[in-house]
């Protein structure tokens, strides 16, 4: 399942990958939200754009299932460089994806 902005919701569409599409933050976090409580999908693929609104959403989440993903929308916005840093530097002790020498 795909939930997230149009262009890429039509791109999983043709390899028949069910797709939500939603055009706020609050409206994706509702469809998760319902998604995960539904329990039908296993993986939950989510536009970059909204996965800052759904932070707190999945941190909280004790479930193993669905898994929930983030794909880099069509538009940049950090957020997947600051995931990957966050995960890194929890695993390594120290943020190795910094410019900054020390």
Known sequence: M????ER???LFKNFDIDF?????????LEKVSELCKDNIYQI???SEEYIES???F???????YPVIFMLPGTSFF??????IRDVVEKAVGIDILSKSKT
């Not at 999945?58 to 193993?64: D, G, L, N, T």
């Open 44 to 46: 939950i693929l989510i």
């Open 20 to 28: 939500l599409i939603v055009k706020s933050s609050f409206e994706c």
């Open 54 to 56: 759904l932070q707190g």
């Open 58 to 64: 999945i941190e909280k989440r004790k479930a193993a």
């Open 2 to 5: 795909f939930v997230g902005e």
């Open 78 to 83: 950090n957020a997947s460089v600051n995931l």
């Open 8 to 10: 890429l919701g039509l």
